[in-house]
Structure formats: structure tokens, C-alpha cells
């Protein structure tokens, strides 16, 4: 009788624990909260303030269209190389955190409608010689790794004539590394280079020619079209009410949203 009970308490336990985790993440049957995976080191879009409160862009964007949608979120910081299996694992329900949009990542996510542009852009320290491209020539660079500056480079003539290419983590740490001068350049988001020379003014300067333009959208899981169609929706209201205008002119000073 006493292992009956033993038993029959595990499975209760067990059964428990299986329905705890499978409300995690609400987006398969529209309820519950929605986990958003994203680089909390990617100022001005989803970063850490001095309180280490998770703010941002895409952070205030993705409350506001949680709003719309009646749902409650929450933000996840992901190892960002590894962002496509958090999603597909369902450890995250989106990616939503200045996600470029590619030909390669359509094939694994869904994407929304893009929201934002942005392009690539290399910045050195604001005392450097170098003022074009053609001056990474035999010049050590860096960039975060799997990241869209990446890509950028890759498809860039320039690219057979850099001297090494150095991959870090996230931004910071090689922009760090470019403050320290070793490294010549960081391949960067012109959001992100535009952020940090407005806190750290006469410190960077972005050359004169941009690497590639690119659009950012929201990346959610493929087979979830019923979670996407509500987040479109969701998104096309923040427009078309002007809450889009004011959280771009709050983070960018100007209305970036696109339409």
C-alpha cells in the first residue's frame, strides 16, 4: 500500500511538472504569456539601463503590440548565434530584437512585415585615418558573431582584403576591443554605431560608405501563422494609431517605423 502511494504521488508530481512547463509559452493555442528571445546587449533596440531593467525599441514596440493582442510578454536574452534553435525548441515563441531580415532565415522562421530599416556600416575610433571602406584594406576587424554584419561583410568586396576578421559575442565587447585599439574597425548596425556615438560623443565615427541595407522584422516560428496574423494586426494598429510614431521618436527622435 505505502508504494502504491509513493506511487501515485511521483505521478501526480510528474503530471504537475508537465503542466507547468507546457504553459510556458502560450503561442501555439493563442493564451498565455508570449517569450520573447533577445540580445540584451543591443542598444538602442533591446538592451540593460544602469538599473539592469531590459529596455528598448523592441522592447516598448513588443509591449504595445502585447498589448493590442491581449497578451502578457516577457523577454528572454538568448545566446543570439543560437536565436533559430531557441525559437524552433519553443523555448521562445519569437525573435524580436533588430532581427534582419534574410533569404537564408526565411527558410527556417516566418517573418512580419518589416518594420524597420537599417544598414550595415563600419566605425573606427573618430581619430583614425581610415574614412572609406577601401581603408580596411590589410586592417583587423570585428563583429558579433552570426550576426547580419557578418553576412554584410561576407558579400562585400572588401572582404579578401581585410587583414582578420575577429567575431565577439555581442557589440559591446567589440566596440570595447575597438576603444582599446585592437581593432582597426567594427562591421556594426547603423542604429546600434548611431546609439553609442550619442553616448560617447567624439569617441567613434562611422566611414563614409555603408556595407548593405537591410530591413528588421519579427521572427516567429514556421506552422504559427495564427500567432503571426495576430502580431501583423497587432503591428498595423500601433501604426495606424501613431503609438509607433511616438515610441520611434522616443528611442530615435524621429518616426523610423515603416508603414
Known sequence: MRRRGI???IAVIGLTAMTLLSGCSGSENGEGKLVIGIDDKFAPMGFRDDNNDIVGFDIDYAKAAAEKM???VTFQPIDWSAKESELNSGRIDMIWNGYTITDERKEKVLFT???LENSQVAVVLADSPLAKLSDLAGKEIGLQSLSSASDALEASPIKSEVGKVSEFPDNVLA???LKS???DAVIIDEVVADYYMSKEPGTFKVLDES???EQYGVGIKKGNDE???DLQKALDELSSDGTADEISTKWFG???VLK
Open 7 to 9: 506511487g501515485s504521488l
Open 70 to 72: 491581449g497578451r502578457d
Open 113 to 115: 512585415k518589416p518594420y
Open 175 to 177: 566596440l570595447t576591443d
Open 181 to 183: 585599439k585592437r581593432l
Open 211 to 213: 556595407l548593405a541595407p
Open 227 to 229: 500567432l503571426l496574423g
Open 254 to 256: 524621429e518616426n523610423k
